[in-house]
């Protein structure tokens, strides 16, 4: 029960009410001693919210928002989060009150917030680490931080009592929670996501610049090399922010990078097989012991591939097998049909256990899958 000693209700405001701020909501909203209010900056973001059912109550107010919040979740894009601190420094907030932000960068944010003058409030930085290709207060869901880890990078004064609140609060996500310090968040999934997404850009831009003088690269950039640089469509914006929140670790892991890009430069130009069979079986033993049930940073998802006659029909009859057999489907997309050649429809799936039941269910109705 999330009473205080009076044993009235605990109020949690929640600003950026999208895909994760409303999945926060959903996990807080109706738990016994809970209500959650959530801060939209335009009247139709607030009909959106109230219309979604993520939140107990909405307002265009910040000040309405944040007073007398207990818990207090910035769930803006990085480059705004100092913003809301400062404006949220100049409110008298409650007593006790734990601010917290899911940014996916957290030193810069820490930092700013040791600068500003809280009295008697907490700010704990946050980075729940779990996505999904969709976007926005529709997307939301109360499942999509179960099984993730949830890392909190507190700052040194906050005590544990203050620590073990928002934790215990954080159970309702269903989530794994652990402690970090900032810069060593930022180090890791400066790693393991923001390096990647740089790659990933860099490798489509110069495919793209090959394609300027050779439209084949487009065409036969369909299945793996789409699929393996899928996170090179983010949104341009949030990661704008993030990469320059992140600067000086990324330029670090940069240069890392490129050290391996000589390497193998060097290995090539010595026709060294050998060096390159180590290269890969080191690789390939490191990725066999990733976790794959884990939720993470980069939002994972399992794809099988059916080939389809081009007759009417066939595609809401395969979504409609697989809806009756209660088999969740994140996404559909026909690669290739024409007339002469048989199509190709990828079906893709959040959950391993989905896409095993439904290469089961399409194999026994005699399509073609493949994984």
């Known amino acids: 029960m999330f009473m205080n000693s009076e044993g009235s209700i605990r109020k ?22 809970i209500t959650v ?3 939209a900056h335009e009247p139709e973001l607030k009909e959106r919210y109230v ?40 409110l008298p907030l409650k007593k006790g009150c734990i601010i917290t932000d899911v940014g996916s960068t957290k030193a810069s944010i820490t930092a700013a917030a040791e600068t500003l003058d809280f009295r008697d409030v907490h ?25 993730a880890y949830y890392v909190l990078t507190p700052q040194s004064n906050v005590s ?22 900032p810069e060593h968040h930022d180090d890791i999934v400066g790693a393991i996501s923001h390096l990647p997404h740089i790659i990933a850009v860099a490798l489509v831009n110069q495919i793209s610049s ?44 940069l240069s890392d990078w490129n050290e391996q890009v000589q390497q193998f430069t060097q290995v090539l130009e010595k ?15 490191f990725r066999d012991q990733l976790p794959e049930r884990r939720k993470g940073v980069i939002n994972a998802l399992f794809d099988i591939y059916i080939d389809v006659p081009d007759t009417p029909g066939i595609i809401g009859r395969i979504a409609t097998e697989l809806g009756t057999a209660r088999i969740n489907l994140s996404n559909m997309q026909i690669i290739e049909s024409r007339e002469d050649v048989p199509g190709i429809l990828r079906l893709s799936f959040r959950q391993e256990e989905e896409m095993e039941r439904a290469i089961e269910l399409l194999t026994n109705l005699e399509y073609t899958v493949r994984s």
């Not at 950026?16 to 926060?24: C, D, F, Y």
């Not at 914006?237 to 992140?246: A, E, G, H």
């Not at 026709?271 to 033993?285: L, V």
């Open 123 to 147: 700010f704990i930085g946050g980075h729940p680490m779990a996505g999904s290709e969709r976007s926005g207060v529709e997307a939301a869901s109360p499942l999509l931080f179960e099984n």
């Open 160 to 181: 544990d009592e203050v620590f073990e609140k928002l934790k215990n609060l954080l159970s309702y996500t269903r989530a794994q929670v652990i402690r970090v310090e």
């Open 51 to 90: 219309q979604s059912g993520v939140l107990d109550q909405a307002t265009l107010s910040i000040e309405e928002a944040a007073l007398d919040a207990d818990f207090i979740f910035l769930s803006v894009p990085v480059g705004m989060l100092n913003h809301y601190l400062q404006v949220l420094n100049k």
């Open 12 to 33: 949690i405001a929640i600003f950026g009410v999208g895909l994760i701020g409303g999945s926060l909501a959903l996990c807080f909203k109706g738990k016994p001693g």
């Open 210 to 253: 090959y394609n300027r003088t050779e439209p084949l690269y487009q065409l036969l950039a369909a299945g793996g090399f789409r699929d393996i640089t899928r996170i090179a469509s983010s949104d341009p914006v949030v990661w704008r922010d993030i990469l320059l929140s992140n600067r000086e670790v990324l330029l670090r892991l």
């Open 271 to 285: 026709r060294d097989g050998e060096a390159i069979e180590t290269a890969f079986r080191e690789a390939g033993s």
């Open 37 to 39: 209010v959530g801060y």
